[in-house]
């Protein structure tokens, strides 16, 4: 499995644009890079998956590198209710091939402030 | 859909107790997991399934069963209660293996345990 490693914490200010990087060095060919967000006493809610190059949707991009050994999940113009803990995933959920199993780190607690 | 429904919300057990947590969907997802989440830290894999009749082990498989006989249910066995399981219990679904929709996990609302 693919390990993951992204910043415990960052801060930021409302309106401003928010870019969280996550390290993956052993990530394998079949593997995707997922992202979730996660506010207190809540679960995980999935905000956007992508395998190489940029991805964007409605909520978020997600850019990831040539090599896709790093990707960054880039949020646009954040406001209070984006403090969240938002997590990055490296896995390949292709039944019998390499692994089933997708592993949450520890994640990085985004602080919005106004 | 009611999506990922997970019972009971709260629940305290003694050590040495058993019990089971309680998780459904109703969205004919193949996959489903139980994460277990402790104050300040990460998700951990505790179990999962790929189906109906199909069971692996996560990271942190012991002290706890299950089992999964119908897509729709998929039930966590805590088999003699430790306080060392106080935590928050979180079951998800996703649709299945070959699609890049199978990273789309849907997760219940939790269940909080303490055991004392």
């Known amino acids: 499995l693919a390990k993951t490693t992204q910043p415990i914490s960052m801060d930021s200010y409302e309106g401003q644009e928010v870019n969280i990087t996550c390290s993956h060095n052993?990530?394998?060919?079949?593997?995707?890079i997922t992202w979730y967000q996660q506010f207190p006493s809540q679960g995980p809610r999935f905000i956007i998956q992508?395998?190489?190059t940029k991805v964007t949707n409605e909520v978020a991009s997600l850019f990831i590198p040539a090599d896709r050994k790093s990707s960054t999940l880039s949020l646009p113009r954040v406001s209070l209710s984006d403090t969240a803990v938002y997590y990055c995933?490296?896995?390949?959920?292709?039944?019998?091939?390499?692994?089933?199993?997708?592993?949450f780190g520890t994640g990085t607690l985004l602080a919005v402030q106004p | 859909n009611a999506g990922v429904t997970q019972t009971p919300k709260f629940q305290v057990l003694k050590t040495g107790q058993s019990m089971t947590l309680q998780c459904a969907q109703d969205?004919?997802?193949?996959?489903m997991s139980w994460y277990r989440q402790d104050p300040g830290m990460g998700l951990r894999l505790i179990h999962y399934?790929?189906?109906?009749?199909?069971?692996d082990q996560g990271e942190v498989p012991n002290g706890y069963n299950v089992s999964r006989s119908t897509t729709e249910d998929f039930p966590l066995r805590l088999l003699s209660a430790a306080p060392s399981q106080t935590s928050v219990y979180f079951c998800?679904?996703?649709?299945?293996?070959?699609?890049?929709?199978?990273?789309?996990?849907?997760f219940g609302p939790g269940t909080r345990l303490t055991v004392t």
């Open positions: 969205m004919n997802h193949e996959y």
């Open positions: 995933l490296v896995g390949d959920v292709n039944y019998g091939g390499a692994t089933n199993k997708l592993i």
């Open positions: 399934s790929v189906g109906a009749g199909i069971t």
């Open positions: 052993n990530i394998a060919t079949n593997d995707y």
């Open positions: 992508g395998y190489k």
């Open positions: 998800a679904s996703s649709p299945g293996s070959g699609r890049p929709s199978s990273y789309e996990q849907y």
